[in-house]
């Protein structure tokens, strides 16, 4: 019964057809039968009038489009006949060459040109029968979708009687009230039956045993099952505990499952089942169980602060709050399989349907709105306690629209209900809440392979963010994607055409791609990633590390390793997939022109790379030289090459520019180096002196090797000093600056005490007109008498000043 519901159903169909993508289509194609063309001449007939006459149900629709279908896969199996030997007349015919234009050829090659077209149109005409055929079953489906898309739309957008109505009040529920005295009619005449009586006399212990049973499962046995999770899982953050806690609340789930089942099976040895029980029950198993499910959800979605599940940004009080709202739609939605198999039974009027199920709508609104509210809030909570430079999670951004999304869905469906929009309001409201529950689902997966990829990887907590992770929520959602569709009104034949297509595929030139060919694509090259990363692993941890290859050498060869087996996995995804290489040719060369335009750059750095990591003129480590940038070599990629400057900068090189330009590199192959320590000394030093203290600083330096000795250069006459210069051989030249650090400061020590002084520039400048800088202005007032000299006021002289900038 479970299994029956279409949330079920829809979760295995998706896996089951992913296992048959990679099925070849074998219909009629291997004993070489054609479809009954005469028979389905009739059924074609016969559908085009029911269509053209407009005047059939939607289940006979659905079964006539079912054997559409039906047909339509045989004669995509009647297209693939003959298709080796076919391609074996064309080959001869391709082996004789095109015919003269001429038209002169011996008339034994014509004779055989002839026979073979001949034969080839004779292999063609099963297959092009088939193709006509499979083009008229294409355009009656396509036809069939389009007259059950509009009865759905019109159902959808058909405006009936409003619950708001008080004169409908009284009706609906008196209908309901009878399906109810109905219900307890029919086990009232099943008791008053003799049989039936005594049967049920007959099994009642078992009948008392089973349900004291089920309810010990489906009340206390939850409990339990909590309690020893409890007891045992301790630590609930780590990967382990999450897996534990998580296998164990599925242990819950399955004895409430088990509970709600032997319940049932009570029932159905009380021998008291009528026509109208049975499929009652059968709904009311589906809907407790989303009850049950409900219950197990909002302990992920909305867990107590002790708890590892907990998932949003929120207060104790409102987990608890939604934690009561899931439980809330899971009741709704479990209520409404009742009143639908109601509705069913007893052919409820559409305003005793608008009326009883009115309440429910309601209900489902409001909770959808809670809840949305409650996302939002998670949302906002997350982005206010994101820092300024802090961006928030995605998935965090999308909580919230999806809050914003339940909220119009909840009010929306209320309101439309309201108004008379009965069918449009259901379908929002339900299956909103249906799609929440797939939603939940999905991530709950998806949380259960990053745990578990979290132990893979020994408790690395990064892991739950990697890759694989990733892809895994992506194929999971591929997989429960149909069933998002099939929520939402989707027909099953609809989703399986959408496979048969997917299996059929596309053709691109003469290369048929499928998607069990890229289903096989993906696989291969995922198995042959793997074992290449394996082999690198292996290489570079195990093997390597015993040999004399230095660092550079494994790296290279590591990388190279990488390169090989990546391109292995591509090409034998390629040829697995079915893919003809040689149909490629014309992109290949296309793709070359676009790489001799376009990426010549890249390529050349790419070129430039692999011989970096082939020669290895430098390696990892290397202090090195490029362009007047000094630093030490720390990675060697294909495209480029990054160097850590001594200011603990990075520069990333193009690998080109260190082929084709100038490198110095200091420490290949050994870090002996030179170091040059530049010293000046005043005019009048005794030169000697000075070279004897420079060599013994230079020789009691341990840095500095011993064979070959330091040397003290006497440079020359500079223009303020006299020039030494100490060269010395360093055992290691990483610690150049710090030798010369060394040197100078033991240079400027014993120069003090020798008495050697180090001079700094100095200028002599002489004047050509001396007399030029003595004031003329007061040689002249001093000549004239004193009556005659100007006087000046204190307040001029202070304007004056003012005038003159205020100074002296």
């Given at each position: 019964m479970i299994l029956k519901h279409p949330l079920f159903r829809g979760l295995l169909a998706p896996?089951?057809?992913?296992?048959?993508?990679?099925?070849?289509?074998?219909?009629?194609?291997?004993?070489?039968?054609?479809?009954?063309?005469?028979?389905?001449?009739?059924?074609?007939t016969r559908i085009e009038d029911a269509v053209e006459a407009g005047r059939a149900s939607d289940t006979v629709l659905e079964n006539l489009r079912a054997d559409l279908t039906s047909w339509r896969a045989d004669f995509v199996g009647a297209k693939d006949l003959?298709?080796?030997?076919?391609?074996?007349?064309?080959?001869?015919?391709?082996?004789?060459?095109?015919?003269p234009e001429t038209g002169l050829e011996q008339d034994e090659i014509a004779a055989q040109r002839e026979t073979l077209n001949a034969r080839l149109a004779e292999l063609e005409a099963p297959r092009k029968r088939a193709e006509v055929a499979q083009s008229r079953a294409d355009a009656l489906i396509g036809e069939i979708d389009r007259i059950l898309s509009e009865r759905q739309t019109n159902a959808f957008l058909e405006r009936g009687p409003s619950p708001l109505n008080p004169t409908l009040w009284s009706r609906g529920w008196g209908a309901f009230k009878n399906s109810l005295v109905?219900?307890?009619?029919?086990?009232?005449?099943?008791?008053?039956?003799?049989?039936?009586?005594?049967?049920?006399?007959?099994?009642?212990?078992?009948?008392?045993?089973?349900?004291?049973?089920?309810?010990?499962?489906?009340?206390?046995?939850?409990?339990?099952?909590?309690?020893l999770s409890e007891r045992f899982v301790r630590q609930r953050s780590t990967a382990k505990g999450w897996l534990t806690a998580f296998v164990l609340s599925v242990v819950q789930l399955g004895v409430a499952t088990l509970g709600l089942f032997g319940l049932a099976i009570a029932v159905y040895y009380s021998e008291l089942i009528g026509l109208r029980i049975d499929p009652l029950l059968g709904a009311v198993i589906e809907g407790g169980f989303f009850i049950i499910v409900s219950v197990w959800l909002s302990a992920f979605a909305f867990a107590p602060a002790d708890r590892s599940f907990h998932s949003f940004s929120l207060t104790e009080a409102q987990n608890s709050k939604g934690r009561y709202i899931v439980i809330g739609l899971g009741t709704v939605f479990g209520l409404s399989f009742v009143l639908d198999e109601f509705s069913r039974y007893d052919s409820w009027s559409s305003s005793t349907n608008a009326v009883v199920?009115?309440?429910?709508?309601?209900?489902?609104?409001?909770?959808?709105?809670?809840?949305g509210r409650l996302l939002r809030l998670h949302s906002a909570a997350v982005v206010a306690a994101a820092s300024a430079d802090e961006v928030p999670r995605y998935v965090d951004r999308m909580y919230g629209l999806l809050g914003r999304v339940?909220?119009?869905?909840?009010?929306?469906?209320?309101?439309?209900?309201?108004?008379?929009?009965?069918?449009?309001?259901?379908?929002?409201?339900?299956?909103?809440i249906e799609t929440l529950v797939l939603i939940a689902l999905l991530i709950l997966a998806q949380r259960v392979v990053a745990e578990l990829w979290v132990v893979v990887r020994r408790g690395a907590d990064d892991a739950r963010d990697g890759l694989l992770p990733t892809l895994s929520g992506f194929v999971l959602l591929l997989v429960a994607l149909p069933q998002f569709f099939r929520i939402w009104g989707t027909s099953d034949a609809r989703i399986s055409e959408f496979w048969s297509?997917?299996?059929?595929?596309?053709?691109?030139?003469?290369?048929?791609?499928t998607a069990g060919a890229f289903l096989t694509f993906a696989i291969v090259f995922s198995i042959g990633y793997i074992v290449t990363r394996v082999l690198q692993?292996?290489?570079?941890?195990?093997v390597l590390p015993k040999t004399k290859m230095d660092i550079g050498g494994q790296n290279a060869l590591v990388s190279g390793v990488g390169y090989i087996g990546v391109f292995l996995a591509a090409l034998a995804a390629i040829t697995g997939a079915g893919i003809d290489l040689s149909s490629l040719a014309i992109v290949a060369g296309a793709l070359s022109v676009g790489i001799g335009f376009g990426l010549q750059n890249i390529v050349s750095n790419f070129v430039s790379g692999i011989i970096l990591l082939i020669e290895r003129p430098i390696s990892e480590g290397d202090w090195i030289e490029v362009g007047g940038t000094h630093g030490t070599v720390r990675d060697i990629s294909v495209r480029s090459t990054r160097i850590e400057t001594f200011d603990r900068s990075d520069v990333i090189l193009p690998n080109a520019d260190l082929i084709s330009g100038k490198v110095t590199n200091y420490t290949r192959g050994n870090t002996v180096g030179r170091v040059i320590v530049p010293v000046g000394v005043a005019y009048g030093n005794d030169t000697r002196k000075i070279e004897k203290i420079l060599f013994e600083i230079a020789e009691e330096h341990p840095m500095v090797l011993a064979n070959p000795k330091p040397n003290v250069i006497f440079q020359g006459f500079g223009a303020d000093s006299l020039d030494f210069e100490i060269?010395?051989?360093?055992?290691?030249?990483?610690?150049?600056?710090?030798?010369?650090?060394?040197?100078?400061?033991?240079?400027?020590?014993?120069?003090?005490?020798?008495?050697?002084?180090?001079?700094?520039?100095?200028?002599?400048?002489?004047i050509r007109n001396p007399e030029a800088l003595v004031p003329s202005v007061p040689q002249a007032e001093a000549k004239l008498p004193k009556a005659a000299k100007p006087k000046v006021s204190r307040a001029q002289s202070t304007s004056d000043d003012d005038k003159n900038g205020g100074g002296k």
């Amino acid at each position: 019964m479970i299994l029956k519901h279409p949330l079920f159903r829809g979760l295995l169909a998706p896996i089951v057809a992913l296992m048959l993508l990679g099925t070849p289509i074998l219909a009629q194609t291997g004993n070489g039968a054609q479809p009954d063309y005469e028979a389905w001449q009739t059924l074609a007939t016969r559908i085009e009038d029911a269509v053209e006459a407009g005047r059939a149900s939607d289940t006979v629709l659905e079964n006539l489009r079912a054997d559409l279908t039906s047909w339509r896969a045989d004669f995509v199996g009647a297209k693939d006949l003959n298709v080796r030997t076919i391609a074996a007349v064309q080959a001869q015919i391709s082996a004789l060459g095109p015919a003269p234009e001429t038209g002169l050829e011996q008339d034994e090659i014509a004779a055989q040109r002839e026979t073979l077209n001949a034969r080839l149109a004779e292999l063609e005409a099963p297959r092009k029968r088939a193709e006509v055929a499979q083009s008229r079953a294409d355009a009656l489906i396509g036809e069939i979708d389009r007259i059950l898309s509009e009865r759905q739309t019109n159902a959808f957008l058909e405006r009936g009687p409003s619950p708001l109505n008080p004169t409908l009040w009284s009706r609906g529920w008196g209908a309901f009230k009878n399906s109810l005295v109905s219900t307890r009619g029919e086990i009232v005449s099943s008791w008053n039956n003799p049989n039936q009586r005594e049967a049920f006399i007959s099994n009642l212990p078992r009948f008392i045993a089973i349900v004291i049973v089920s309810i010990v499962f489906l009340l206390l046995g939850w409990r339990w099952v909590r309690a020893l999770s409890e007891r045992f899982v301790r630590q609930r953050s780590t990967a382990k505990g999450w897996l534990t806690a998580f296998v164990l609340s599925v242990v819950q789930l399955g004895v409430a499952t088990l509970g709600l089942f032997g319940l049932a099976i009570a029932v159905y040895y009380s021998e008291l089942i009528g026509l109208r029980i049975d499929p009652l029950l059968g709904a009311v198993i589906e809907g407790g169980f989303f009850i049950i499910v409900s219950v197990w959800l909002s302990a992920f979605a909305f867990a107590p602060a002790d708890r590892s599940f907990h998932s949003f940004s929120l207060t104790e009080a409102q987990n608890s709050k939604g934690r009561y709202i899931v439980i809330g739609l899971g009741t709704v939605f479990g209520l409404s399989f009742v009143l639908d198999e109601f509705s069913r039974y007893d052919s409820w009027s559409s305003s005793t349907n608008a009326v009883v199920y009115f309440p429910l709508v309601i209900s489902g609104g409001y909770l959808l709105w809670r809840l949305g509210r409650l996302l939002r809030l998670h949302s906002a909570a997350v982005v206010a306690a994101a820092s300024a430079d802090e961006v928030p999670r995605y998935v965090d951004r999308m909580y919230g629209l999806l809050g914003r999304v339940i909220i119009l869905a909840g009010l929306g469906g209320a309101l439309i209900t309201a108004v008379g929009y009965f069918e449009a309001g259901k379908t929002i409201v339900f299956q909103s809440i249906e799609t929440l529950v797939l939603i939940a689902l999905l991530i709950l997966a998806q949380r259960v392979v990053a745990e578990l990829w979290v132990v893979v990887r020994r408790g690395a907590d990064d892991a739950r963010d990697g890759l694989l992770p990733t892809l895994s929520g992506f194929v999971l959602l591929l997989v429960a994607l149909p069933q998002f569709f099939r929520i939402w009104g989707t027909s099953d034949a609809r989703i399986s055409e959408f496979w048969s297509s997917a299996r059929e595929g596309v053709t691109v030139g003469d290369t048929k791609i499928t998607a069990g060919a890229f289903l096989t694509f993906a696989i291969v090259f995922s198995i042959g990633y793997i074992v290449t990363r394996v082999l690198q692993g292996a290489l570079k941890n195990t093997v390597l590390p015993k040999t004399k290859m230095d660092i550079g050498g494994q790296n290279a060869l590591v990388s190279g390793v990488g390169y090989i087996g990546v391109f292995l996995a591509a090409l034998a995804a390629i040829t697995g997939a079915g893919i003809d290489l040689s149909s490629l040719a014309i992109v290949a060369g296309a793709l070359s022109v676009g790489i001799g335009f376009g990426l010549q750059n890249i390529v050349s750095n790419f070129v430039s790379g692999i011989i970096l990591l082939i020669e290895r003129p430098i390696s990892e480590g290397d202090w090195i030289e490029v362009g007047g940038t000094h630093g030490t070599v720390r990675d060697i990629s294909v495209r480029s090459t990054r160097i850590e400057t001594f200011d603990r900068s990075d520069v990333i090189l193009p690998n080109a520019d260190l082929i084709s330009g100038k490198v110095t590199n200091y420490t290949r192959g050994n870090t002996v180096g030179r170091v040059i320590v530049p010293v000046g000394v005043a005019y009048g030093n005794d030169t000697r002196k000075i070279e004897k203290i420079l060599f013994e600083i230079a020789e009691e330096h341990p840095m500095v090797l011993a064979n070959p000795k330091p040397n003290v250069i006497f440079q020359g006459f500079g223009a303020d000093s006299l020039d030494f210069e100490i060269r010395a051989i360093l055992r290691d030249v990483n610690f150049v600056l710090s030798v010369r650090s060394d040197m100078n400061h033991e240079i400027a020590r014993r120069f003090k005490e020798e008495g050697v002084e180090i001079p700094f520039s100095q200028r002599d400048i002489w004047i050509r007109n001396p007399e030029a800088l003595v004031p003329s202005v007061p040689q002249a007032e001093a000549k004239l008498p004193k009556a005659a000299k100007p006087k000046v006021s204190r307040a001029q002289s202070t304007s004056d000043d003012d005038k003159n900038g205020g100074g002296k």
